[in-house]
């Protein structure tokens, strides 16, 4: 088995310039020339984007809550093999996960899990000394999470510095490992639901900038050297089957977020995937069998969408053909009667689910879902068990016509079941705000066996 070097880059809080530091390291090492793997922990769908786009390595999400131990260290193993090191992002602070009582989903939690040491990232502005009960207070948390240093972000000054390294020499077995001048302009901007997507970031010298940054602050040998190599044992994967259904999945600026293992799960079950673009394209590809319709921000392209009217015409006639169409969050936006803006208006979207969906201010939901589904599907038989997460801003603003669209989700939140319509069924097409991963449950092959009849 091989060894490479690898660790969690962790953060005491959301904010903190974990994913800056993370993405500045990702694209410093790998313009070293090491083949850098890197991974998400938790749900999000953007940061992945950008990782994929410093490192030019597909970027792999893990879950604590979402999935099993055994898929985490599967899907960790089956690419950083063949890697010279690897990066796990962690979620939110260190310890922050499912609940307040419970480890289920949070950065350490997932470094347990995988055996690996954390780099943790501490935003030091207007702390000196008090760093340092900070950094014990996480170090002493949980005694069995390794720390193996702490970069301290949006450090002032030399003399700060200084400040922070003497205070450090409280805690000896916790090396510091880099501090990184205030650059608050050098990070992406954001929006609802978190940073611009890297499909829409047009300037890659962000990257470049950022991984200057780093290297300019940070001894990469130094930290190299702090964290210890781990063995690596790829799962013996079965060769890929013969495709048995073409699957259309749509992928633009509009619809973007995917799960990768998701994607990879489908093809081991046998189908072909055929990306197409809802904004652009005219038509539907050939000859497909199923429609799989991600979530992204629809509410940002409603009047694309709306004006690409051949295109809704053919997804309208394709529910009507029977075959399966399966759509999370914006996905599921796209498919029902129009999208409200209220900056901007009402746009007629696909009008398969004949309710509305109108953009808050606010975000409407926000939290891990599990889901047991209360009729057959696409998704598998009555009783169907998956996990996934829910984050959104758009609600259904009016009553639900229960004869037109029947819901087939049974939820539960962290606090017990939820009374929520949830998991829409017309025909054969299902459209939920529930991302579902995949890896929890047999939803990917059931898909494509009910695609496939």
Same mark, same amino acid.
């Given at each position: ?228 190599? *781990? !063995?690596?044992? $790829?799962?013996? %994967?079965?060769? #890929? /089957? +013969?495709?048995?259904?073409? =699957? ?25 995937? *055929? !990306?197409?673009? $809802?904004?652009? %394209?005219?038509? #539907? /590809? +050939?000859?497909?069998?199923? =429609? ?42 796209? =498919? ?42 696409? =998704? ?74």
């Amino acid at each position: 088995m091989k060894k490479i070097r690898a660790c969690v880059i962790a953060g005491t809080h959301s904010g903190c310039g974990k994913t800056s530091v993370s993405l500045g390291l990702m694209r410093a090492l790998s313009r070293q020339g090491n083949t850098v793997q890197p991974y998400k922990c938790g749900p999000d769908f953007i940061d992945p984007g950008h990782h994929t786009r410093a490192c030019g390595r597909i970027s792999h999400n893990l879950d604590g809550w979402m999935l099993s131990p055994g898929i985490n260290r599967d899907i960790f193993h089956r690419y950083a093999a063949g890697c010279d090191l690897a990066l796990v992002e962690g979620v939110m602070g260190l310890h922050d996960g499912y609940s307040g009582t419970r480890e289920d989903g949070s950065t350490a939690h997932m470094a347990k899990q995988l055996g690996l040491p954390v780099v943790l990232v501490v935003d030091a502005r207007a702390m000196a000394r008090s760093a340092a009960a900070l950094v014990g207070g996480y170090v002493g948390f949980d005694p069995d999470v390794q720390v193996a240093g702490v970069i301290f972000n949006r450090v002032g000054s030399e003399s700060h510095a200084g400040l922070l390294r003497d205070a450090m020499g409280l805690l000896p077995d916790v090396p510091v490992l880099g501090c990184l001048k205030r650059e608050e302009e050098i990070g992406f901007s954001s929006r609802h639901l978190g940073l611009h997507t890297a499909d829409e970031e047009e300037d890659e010298s962000r990257y470049e900038r950022l991984a200057d940054w780093v290297d300019g602050c940070l001894d990469l040998n130094v930290l190299l050297s702090a964290i210890p190599e *781990v !063995e690596i044992a $790829p799962p013996n %994967d079965p060769d #890929l /089957p +013969e495709p048995r259904v073409r =699957l259309g999945v749509a992928r633009d600026e509009a619809f973007c977020f995917y799960y990768a293992e998701n994607l990879r799960l489908l093809r081991q079950a046998g189908a072909e995937l *055929v !990306e197409f673009s $809802p904004m652009r %394209d005219k038509k #539907l /590809p +050939e000859d497909l069998d199923a =429609l799989y319709y991600g979530g992204g921000y629809p509410e940002l392209y409603a009047f694309e969408l709306s004006q690409n009217t051949r295109m809704k015409k053919q997804v309208r006639a394709f529910h009507e053909s029977g075959r399966p169409i399966y759509a999370e969050c914006g996905g599921f936006m796209y =498919l029902m009667r129009d999208i409200v803006n209220r900056e901007q208006g009402r746009f007629a979207m696909t009008g398969l689910f004949p309710v509305r969906a109108i953009m808050n201010e606010r975000f409407r939901a926000l939290g891990y879902r599990a889901v047991e589904t209360s009729a057959d599907s696409l =998704l598998g038989p009555v009783g169907t068990l998956a996990r996934g997460h829910e984050f959104h801003y758009s609600a259904i603003e009016e009553p639900l016509a229960q004869e037109a669209m029947h819901a087939i989700y049974f939820l539960r939140d962290r606090k017990g079941p939820r009374d929520t319509p949830e998991g829409f069924l017309v025909g054969n097409t299902l459209g939920s705000y529930v991302h579902l991963h995949f890896g929890s449950g047999n939803v990917a092959r059931s898909f494509v066996d009910f695609a496939s009849r």
